[in-house]
T-cell receptor
Framework: AQTVTQSQPEMSVQEAETVTLSCTYDTSESNYYLFWYKQPPSRQMILVIRQEAYKQQNATENRFSVNFQKAAKSFSLKISDSQLGDTAMYFCSYEPGSGNTGKLIFGQGTTLQVKP | DTAVSQTPKYLVTQMGNDKSIKCEQNLGHDTMYWYKQDSKKFLKIMFSYNNKELIINETVPNRFSPKSPDKAHLNLHINSLELGDSAVYFC???????????????FGPGTRLTVL
């Protein structure tokens, strides 16, 4: 069974600095998709970034980028120039490439506090 | 303008009652989901429907029954509510789990259910 692990329950960063959130996963599949979702205090789940496993290039969305290491089964999220609005819980998630159910498997989440 | 809406946003009820949570999406998506987020913020999928067909049915007590009258709506009915059912329930939708490719899911605002 696939699993997703986020080993950092809580992290903090000063405004304008860079922070990296870790995520590892376990799977026997070769094709799959990875996502980072953000859940601010408002509770709304928001997609931050996604990565297809068959793509070697790391995904980037403005200040957010990932370091995807397929062999190591690692998918970390880097937030550059942190802003107060980045304060949220971040969830790493995995979607199997087979089965076509769209099922997302989530990690335990990392609470990020951006300090002024 | 709301993409995925849920009603109600808050639900407080007594143990043993039966309650329903409604979800609607106006994105034209084919697939809808129900997730449960527990008190430790762990997110787990419960059900998924693709074009009114049940495609994911995780290990969930049979007191929980999803119903999809059409592909824009997915409701969750819970019978004989128990204290352990207290959680935040999220509805989500995506373009179509069976189309292949990364399946970006759009989440509703969540329904906080409190069972007393």
């Amino acid at each position: 069974a696939q699993t997703v692990t986020q080993s950092q329950p809580e992290m903090s960063v000063q405004e304008a600095e860079t922070v990296t959130l870790s995520c590892t996963y376990d799977t026997s599949e070769s094709n799959y998709y990875l996502f980072w979702y953000k859940q601010p205090p408002s509770r709304q789940m928001i997609l931050v970034i996604r990565q297809e496993a068959y793509k070697q290039q790391n995904a980037t969305e403005n200040r957010f980028s990932v370091n995807f290491q397929k062999a190591a089964k690692s998918f970390s999220l880097k937030i550059s120039d942190s802003q107060l609005g980045d304060t949220a819980m971040y969830f790493c998630s995995y979607e199997p490439g087979s089965g076509n159910t769209g099922k997302l498997i989530f990690g335990q989440g990392t609470t990020l506090q951006v300090k002024p | 303008d709301t993409a995925v809406s849920q009603t109600p946003k808050y639900l407080v009820t007594q143990m043993g009652n039966d309650k329903s949570i409604k979800c609607e999406q106006n994105l034209g998506h084919d697939t809808m989901y129900w997730y449960k987020q527990d008190s430790k913020k762990f997110l787990k999928i419960m059900f998924s429907y693709n074009n009114k067909e049940l495609i994911i049915n995780e290990t969930v007590p049979n007191r929980f029954s999803p119903k999809s009258p059409d592909k824009a709506h997915l409701n969750l009915h819970i019978n004989s509510l128990e204290l352990g059912d207290s959680a935040v329930y999220f509805c989500a939708s995506s373009h179509g789990a069976r189309r292949g490719g990364p399946n970006e899911q759009f989440f509703g605002p969540g329904t906080r259910l409190t069972v007393l």
